[in-house]
């Protein structure tokens, strides 16, 4: 099956600062996703992003479908930001494939 | 509103014993989903369902069972048969209009399960 690699598993920042989170897939997917979950456990959907590029206010999200990868940025981070960003994806089915995530917090 | 409900936040179980998580959906959606979490692990699929009184095995199916008689409704029990049931359950859900997999899924806020 697909492997779904993030990375990194980490990240601290302080507020302000900007970050960029990386997905990396084995195979070819037609359905790529971004959550967010917050420390609370719930998990809020980001961005629908397959291939391309979009953006929703301080977040933006690129696929490179050829290359096997997707990148998630993150500009002027806040303490809101904070918790687990999730890349799953899929081909040709309802059954996504998550990767471990990226924790990352953001201190005041 | 529309949404997704998971009910109880918080479930103990014996050993031995059977229990059931709800998952409620008011959003019009086809599919369903159960997944499970592991402390600082990604979510494993343990069944979906596409439609209304059917539904496939997710890649965690053991010890797990379902039923799907309602598009809003699609409960997991959580049988004795699974060994090491302590996780974070999260319900999510889903359109199935156009192509096959390509449609956003959608969480409710989970339920923690703890054996006692």
């Known amino acids: 099956g697909i492997q779904v690699e993030q990375s990194p598993p980490d990240l601290i920042l302080q507020e302000g600062a900007n970050s960029t989170l990386r997905c990396n897939f084995s195979?070819?997917?037609?359905?790529l996703q971004w959550f967010h979950q917050n420390p609370w456990g719930q998990l809020i959907n980001l961005f629908y992003?397959?291939?391309g590029t979009k953006q929703n206010g301080r977040l933006s999200a690129t696929t490179v479908a050829t290359e096997r990868y997707s990148l998630l940025y993150i500009s002027s981070s806040q303490t809101t930001d904070s918790g687990v960003y999730f890349c799953?994806?899929?081909?040709?089915?309802?059954?996504?494939?998550f990767g471990t995530g990226t924790r990352l917090q953001v201190f005041p | 509103d529309g949404g997704i409900t998971q009910s109880p936040k918080y479930l103990f179980r014996k050993e031995g014993q059977n229990v059931t998580l709800s998952c409620e959906q008011n959003?019009?959606?086809?599919?369903m989903y159960w997944y499970r979490q592991d402390p600082g692990q990604g979510l494993r699929l343990i069944y979906y369902?596409?439609?209304?009184?059917?539904?496939q095995k997710g890649d965690i199916a053991e010890g797990y069972s379902v039923s799907r008689e309602k598009k809003e409704s699609f409960p997991l029990t959580v049988t004795s048969a699974q060994k090491n049931p302590t996780a974070f359950y999260l319900c999510?859900?889903?359109?199935?209009?156009?192509?096959?997999?390509?449609?956003?899924?959608?969480f409710g806020p989970g339920t923690r399960l703890l054996v006692l």
């Open positions: 369902s596409q439609i209304v009184n059917d539904f």
């Open positions: 195979d070819s997917v037609n359905n």
């Open positions: 999510a859900s889903s359109h199935r209009g156009g192509t096959l997999g390509r449609e956003t899924q959608y």
């Open positions: 799953a994806v899929a081909w040709n089915t309802d059954k996504l494939i």
């Open positions: 959003l019009n959606h086809d599919a």
């Open positions: 992003i397959p291939s």
